[in-house]
């Protein structure tokens, strides 16, 4: 079973047809126990990384994430989900994160229109199971506007845009993220969750 974790910041409806397109059960939820049975955690989010924690603590999720995260429960970030991952967020004021991974979100700094919209090519920085269905220079689709700056060792792929690397995908154990919408990528989108599914089984 695959929870969707509901925190009032996502477009959990489309998260969760693209995981039903893939034969994969879900529940949406923030009820801890229903959390614990969980084989593995969709962490979804569209908005600001300030509101996003703060919605995490109003509503006692962060420690519950942080026991499934040491229990090995794969945990997948999408977009303003994959953002929170990390140890801290420069949106419109310092926030903590979570801080399963290393390093910090802020504002994109690139040669090119603000937020990064549409589709974009993957390039591999090393090899990740996440990839293990797709192809370099594969297309997924972005709309965001701060982008996360991680370790080297924990960047899976990125994308070119406006003269930077643009980080697209992380991971680190059991926890990865992507910055693209692979409910909105297609074919592309469809085998990342497909391979996460595979880790769940």
């Known amino acids: 079973m695959v929870v969707i974790i509901d925190y009032n910041v996502g477009n959990l409806k489309s998260v969760q047809n693209a ?9 949406v939820s923030r ?21 996003a924690m703060e919605n995490l603590q109003r ?17 997948l970030g999408i977009c303003l989900g994959m953002q929170i991952l990390f140890e801290k ?5 310092e926030t903590q994160g ?5 390093g910090e979100v802020k504002l994109m700094e690139v040669d090119d229109k603000i937020p990064h919209m549409g589709w974009n090519e993957l390039c591999f920085q090393q090899d990740h199971p996440l990839l293990k269905n797709i ?24 994308c070119e845009y406006g003269g930077q ?11 990865m993220g992507c910055q693209f919408h692979p409910e ?3 074919e592309v989108g469809k085998q990342i969750l497909l391979a996460f599914k595979e880790m769940i089984v």
Not at 19 to 27: D, E, K
């Open 184 to 186: 909105k990528s297609g």
């Open 98 to 102: 979570l801080g399963f991974l290393k």
């Open 135 to 158: 192809k370099e220079r594969d297309y997924v689709y972005f709309v965001h506007s701060f982008m996360a700056y991680p370790a080297d060792d924990e960047l899976i792929a990125y």
């Open 165 to 175: 690397k643009v980080t697209a995908m992380v991971a680190k154990d059991n926890v």
């Open 31 to 51: 009820d801890h126990d229903i959390i614990r049975e969980a084989d593995g955690i969709v962490l979804p989010g569209v908005g600001t990384f300030p509101v």
């Open 19 to 27: 995981f039903l397109r893939i034969g994969v059960q879900t529940i």
């Open 89 to 93: 967020g420069l949106e419109i004021k």
């Open 59 to 75: 509503y006692d999720l962060i420690d519950i994430l942080n026991e499934r995260k040491e229990a090995g429960i794969p945990l």
